[in-house]
């Protein structure tokens, strides 16, 4: 969780893990996966698009990560930002 706080609301300025936006951090052997939600679900899409790159870049930093997904709930552009966040 050290470095999810790390990641900074854009909007607000505030790190996620103190919003209490991380919903579930799974963690096997090397893969990452992180779920979370933004404070409402029309939040702008470029927040969203941000906070899920920077929360997969932060942990793919860290030594011994082989992969990461990170995956957006409850946002009216869910599905957009999750693909484009895969394929990063």
């Known amino acids: 969780m050290e470095k999810l706080s790390e990641v900074i609301d854009p909007e607000i ?17 090397g893969n990452i996966e992180v779920v979370f939600h933004l404070t409402a679900p029309f939040c702008p899409p470029v927040c969203a698009l941000t906070i899920a790159r920077d929360i997969k ?15 957006l709930r409850n946002h009216m552009m869910a599905d957009m930002i999750n693909k484009y966040v895969e394929e990063m």
Request: net charge negative.
């Open 13 to 29: 300025g505030i790190s996620i893990v103190e919003m209490g936006l991380i919903d579930e951090v799974k963690i096997e052997n």
């Open 57 to 71: 870049q932060k942990i793919k930093s860290m030594e011994g990560v082989q992969n990461v997904k990170v995956t």
